[in-house]
């Protein structure tokens, strides 16, 4: 069963094990299906099963997701689920050595890259998707004045919202026109 709460992630095998690009689409994958078969996996990203079984196994040793019950009467086939609903990183939790500073940057730059991947798919999807959810999707950015610590708790709030927002959703799961839907939140400095 995954967790509500928000993991950061502070461990360098278990950053190391999430910036491999299948296993982030398997995660995705898995986190959208709830539950799957390596077979069923398989099947959505591509590869051969075996491959996919071995990069499960490895994200399942890092507590980034976990063997589901039983979903049919065959006992051969092995069950899967997120066990992190949301996860985070920080530079911070990184920075004491080269090669965590390297993976925590190869990792970022993974996950941004999936991010985009995500949003330039829904853009040459988009007209199949109904009115309501073309006119329901955003994009924004804001330019904001803000001291490190402002920043920090302007993350601090949104992560807030988010939280009750998921909540609600798993307080109804199945109600009608519920759809997976990404929302990436980036906040850095920059100068001109």
Do not use: C
Request: hydrophobic residues 40%; glycine residues 2%; aromatic residues 10%.
């Amino acid at each position: 069963m995954a967790t509500d709460e928000n993991r950061r992630i502070t461990e360098l095998d278990t950053l190391k094990a999430l910036a491999h690009p299948l296993r982030l689409r398997l995660y995705r994958a898995l986190y959208q299906a709830r539950t799957a078969t390596a077979s069923q996996l398989a099947d959505q990203v591509d590869e051969a099963v075996s491959l996919v079984s071995y990069h499960l196994r490895k994200l399942a040793a890092h507590g980034v997701i976990e063997e589901a019950g039983q979903q049919s009467s065959d006992g051969r086939e092995r069950w899967w689920q997120v066990a992190l609903s949301s996860y985070s990183v920080s530079h911070k939790d990184f920075s004491d050595a080269p090669e965590q500073a390297a993976a925590y940057s190869a990792f970022t730059r993974l996950a941004f890259r999936e991010h985009v991947e995500l949003y330039e798919r829904y853009l040459d999807e988009q007209s199949a998707w109904a009115e309501e959810w073309r006119s329901a999707a955003f994009n924004s950015r804001s330019l904001a004045r803000l001291t490190a610590e402002e920043l920090r708790q302007a993350d601090e709030e949104l992560r807030e919202v988010l939280k009750k927002w998921q909540a609600h959703a798993d307080a109804t799961p199945d109600a009608e026109g519920r759809e997976n839907v990404v929302l990436h939140l980036f906040g850095f400095p920059t100068r001109p």
